[in-house]
């Protein structure tokens, strides 16, 4: 069909969550297995100023959404990247081929963003947010519910799952868009 016609090389995909559920820690992996980019927002937003200043209360980045967009579409045309962001819903759907939510237990994430070092009040938000599946719903409101996949981040043994899992859709994508 036509919505299946390739529109990039490769795919992009976007691997999202609250903060702590393994974004990065699985992004890496993919990454590194798929020969894709990494390309972890918080830090391209930082390198390229892609913000509007700094919400003391939480400690963290107010994003100029218009820019990020901008700034990620030349590389977002190329495919091949892994965008590793707890917003999903910033992105323009079609920048995204797959969308993967990471699920996290509130234990596991209690004590990750602990470790962290996140001051209570940033720590206690992100918790109320899993629990609440404030991600999972940002990303079915923003992406076709076809490409949108919820999966649990609590053991080790799920990240390689989640890698096992994505490098045998990435295989199949290219298969079903080999010209
Ligand atoms: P995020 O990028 O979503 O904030 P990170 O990838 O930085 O999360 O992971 C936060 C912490 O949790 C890291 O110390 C990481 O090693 C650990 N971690 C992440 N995912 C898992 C998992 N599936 N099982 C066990 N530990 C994990
Ligand atoms: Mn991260």
Same mark, same amino acid.
């Given at each position: ?28 992996? =993919? ?6 980019? $990494? ?11 892609? $913000? ?7 400690? &963290? ?6 820019? =990020?967009?901008?700034? =990620? ?26 969308? =993967? ?25 992100? @918790? ?5 599946? @404030? ?17 649990? &981040? ?8 989640? @890698? ?16």
């Amino acid at each position: 069909s036509l919505s299946s016609t390739p529109s990039r090389p490769l795919p992009n995909i976007l691997i999202t969550g609250t903060p702590g559920t393994g974004k990065t820690t699985l992004s890496q992996s =993919l990454a590194e297995e798929l020969s894709f980019t $990494h390309l972890e927002v918080s830090a391209f937003v930082k390198q390229h100023s892609l $913000h509007e200043g700094v919400d003391a209360e939480f400690d &963290s980045l107010i994003l100029d959404e218009d820019k =990020l967009v901008d700034a =990620l579409e030349p590389l977002v045309a190329g495919g091949g990247q892994v965008v590793d962001f707890h917003s999903p819903e910033v992105f323009p759907e079609r920048y995204f081929d797959l969308v =993967l939510v990471l699920r996290s237990s509130t234990e596991a994430l209690y004590d990750r963003l602990t470790e962290r070092g996140y001051k209570e009040n940033k720590r206690d938000e992100n @918790v109320t947010a899993e629990i609440m599946q @404030v991600v999972l719903e940002e990303a079915r409101e923003s992406y076709a519910e076809e490409i949108v996949h919820e999966v649990r &981040s609590d053991t080790v043994e799920e990240m390689d799952a989640n @890698v096992e899992r994505v490098k045998a859709w990435v295989g199949q994508w290219k298969a079903d868009n080999k010209q």
